[in-house]
């Protein structure tokens, strides 16, 4: 085994130019696609990252009803077994927030616009959302307060400034109208822009005061201490909650959508991953060929000395693989550095790059995943292309005739 | 004197597009243990076909090639990968040596596939490359050596592993008139002294007389067999 892969470490290094060609352009797909891989999955654990804080958490507890028809109608009764239950896991739960929320009109004198109004614990909406370093104008909110705390975007749109009334306009608790006067006593800028211009927090308990929804909430939102235990610590709340009444959910399931969406986009990047390396299997497979074609005499005399054709097979098929790990391994090391730093400084956009973003509600910015699977999945694909690859070779030693090559 | 290879009615007819030629015509010969014997012949008279015949390396038409008591001409292939491994020797007239390899370890390459002990083979490889005259080359890659040198090494390979016999096709043909008397002698010194038959295949005058036993093909078929005293 020494003396076979001796002989193929070796044979690489006889034609140094053509192997370290050929190993460069692995390097160079396998950085390639670990960029492409880290940028589109960067995004969309931002995008996840920012959707779980921003509006689902990692884990709801809902009215049954609630995600089939999200109205006031459906909303959930926080009593007291609720709480007990919530505390009996107090070990696995890092904090929980509850919320009322449902879609309003805002009007001032001149302009009339919908908007999601939220009703918030404001000292337990801060450990998921902390808004005090944001906010533009004015003050946080405080418990009981009657203000309302609104986003920058909204703020711009009707023209609103710290201390104007706005009148909330909506739906209240079993067909009552909800309507209200209330002053803006800060403004937040909340960086996404879908959300920046569509959202008005207010003290939970004016929140059931403006709705009619007594001791009523939308959701807790439940916060696991460890995130990868999201699902154990759901099931586990789901076994002991009245499922009559309450239905527990998971962001996965409550994003069901945009995940589905990302997968559908994901695809799209494959193709062309799939491109680039069909381009670098050719290439890998040329410089195979040519090792098996200028080395026919040599085959001959190693037949001819009695080396096996299996022998003779594996250091075909090691020379193939030997050049694509050295490929993939420095294609990883250079692009580990250049994720890293991306990682931790996100290319910012500007101008209509921005613009454009920012249109579909994301933050103009391109962050990178730093995810080992962004690695080792790009190790995988290419090592499975280069034994694919290494398998003629193989082939072809078993086929070959010694006196056909002799000459 | 012991036989080593046999053969009986060998025959090989190789199927051109034009006409079949009869490259082995009907050979029928003995070769016993400690031989020295020259194939010579001019070019297309059969040497080369003849040698891959009892080598192993081709298949007779008709006619058989018994070595020692194993009928070498049926043999499966992977059996015949072994045997030659095991008992035969081979020098070529060239591209001898793998590339990639240093002298000592070209020498040791037929040990190495036999599995013999690291120590053993280290010590018959230089022994064998200072019988050849090439101790000080022990570490060069074939592309550092000339060509006379690079058949030494061949011949020391061929002999190291101590096959029944060994064959070389033609081994003197790409050297100048020093080296190939070199060679011829180191090959009919470690003939005696190893006592291992040496077949070998020339069509080159100035070697010829170094042989004990000189077998003459004409056309495929044997026209002279003359045993000499030297
Ligand atoms: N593979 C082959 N196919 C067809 N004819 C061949 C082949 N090998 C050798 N021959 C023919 O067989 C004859 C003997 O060739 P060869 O054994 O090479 O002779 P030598 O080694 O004495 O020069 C020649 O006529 C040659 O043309
Ligand atoms: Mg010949």
């Not at chain 1, 028809?69 to 926080?78: A, K, L, Q, R, Y």
């Not at chain 2, 008709?62 to 081979?90: A, P, Q, W, Y």
Request: net charge negative; with cysteine.
């Amino acid at each position: 085994m020494k003396l076979l892969t001796t002989l193929a470490w070796r044979n690489l290094w006889r034609n140094k130019r053509r192997t370290l060609i050929t190993i460069s352009s692995v390097l160079f797909a396998v950085f390639l696609a670990i960029m492409f891989l880290s940028m589109e999955q960067g995004s969309y654990e931002r995008m996840i990252d920012s959707m779980v804080k921003y509006s689902t958490g990692y884990i709801q507890i809902q009215d049954v009803l609630y995600d089939d028809e999200p109205s006031i109608d459906n909303t959930m009764v926080f009593d007291e077994d609720i709480e007990l239950l919530l505390n009996r896991y107090d070990e696995e739960i890092s904090y929980y927030v509850p919320r009322l929320q449902n879609f309003v009109l805002v009007a001032t004198e001149n302009t009339t616009r919908g908007s999601m109004l939220i009703g918030i614990y404001p000292e337990k909406e801060k450990k998921l959302n902390d808004m005090t370093d944001d906010i533009v104008e004015g003050t946080y909110l405080e418990p009981g307060d009657d203000g309302l705390l609104i986003a920058e975007g909204l703020a711009n749109i009707l023209n609103a400034g710290l201390g104007d009334t706005l009148v909330l306009l909506g739906q209240g608790f079993h067909g009552t109208t909800a309507a209200g006067l209330y002053p803006i006593t800060g403004i937040v800028d909340l960086k996404v822009p879908e959300i920046n211009n569509n959202t008005i927090y207010m003290s939970l308990e004016a929140a059931q005061w403006f709705y009619a929804a007594d001791e009523r909430l939308t959701a807790i939102i439940v916060m696991p201490e460890n995130p990868k235990r999201t699902n154990q610590l759901a099931g586990k709340i789901s076994d002991e909650i009245d499922s009559e009444w309450y239905n527990v959910l998971t962001w996965e399931e409550m994003l069901e959508d945009l995940l589905k969406l990302m997968k559908f986009d994901m695809a799209g990047t494959m193709v062309l991953m799939i491109i680039l390396y069909i381009v670098i299997a050719f290439g890998l497979f040329g410089t195979i060929l040519m090792m098996m074609l200028e080395r026919k005499r040599e085959f001959a005399l190693l037949f001819s000395l009695g080396m096996k054709r299996s022998k003779l097979a594996a250091i075909c098929f090691m020379e193939s693989v030997f050049i694509t790990i050295i490929g993939v391994i420095s294609g990883i090391i250079v692009s580990i550095p250049v994720v890293a730093y991306f990682y931790h400084n996100p290319i910012v956009l500007a101008g209509d790059m921005a613009e454009a973003i920012g249109e579909y509600g994301f933050e103009p910015i391109l962050p990178f995943s730093a995810d080992p699977s962004v690695f080792y999945n790009q190790a995988l694909i290419v090592l499975v292309l280069s034994i694919l690859i290494g398998l003629y070779p193989v082939y072809k030693v078993f086929k070959m005739r010694i006196m056909d090559v002799k000459s | 004197m012991k036989t080593v290879i046999k053969t009986t009615d060998l025959t090989k007819i190789y199927n051109s597009s034009v006409a079949p030629v009869k490259a082995v015509d009907k050979v029928n010969l003995e070769f016993g243990e400690g031989e020295f014997t020259a194939i010579v012949g001019p070019s297309g008279s059969g040497k080369t076909t003849f040698l891959n015949l009892i080598g192993g390396l081709d298949k007779p038409t008709e006619g058989h090639v018994m070595i020692d008591d194993t009928d070498i001409s049926n043999m499966k292939e992977s059996k015949l990968f072994d045997f030659r491994l095991r008992n035969i020797g081979f020098v070529f007239q060239s591209y001898n040596l793998i590339p990639v390899l240093t002298a000592k370890e070209n020498v040791s390459f037929i040990m190495l596939l036999q599995k013999e002990s690291k120590a053993k083979m280290e010590k018959r490889a230089v022994e064998m490359l200072e019988q050849v005259g090439l101790s000080e080359k022990v570490d060069v890659r074939p592309s550092k050596l000339s060509g006379g040198q690079q058949q030494r090494v061949a011949v020391a390979r061929a002999l190291a592993s101590k096959p029944k016999f060994v064959l070389a096709d033609e081994p003197t043909a790409n050297l100048d008139t020093e080296s190939a008397f070199n060679l011829l002698d180191i090959m009919s010194r470690l003939n005696k002294e190893e006592n291992i038959t040496l077949i070998f295949s020339t069509h080159d005058q100035r070697v010829i007389n170094r042989a004990r036993r000189v077998i003459t093909l004409v056309d495929g078929a044997v026209s002279k067999d003359e045993t000499f005293d030297r």
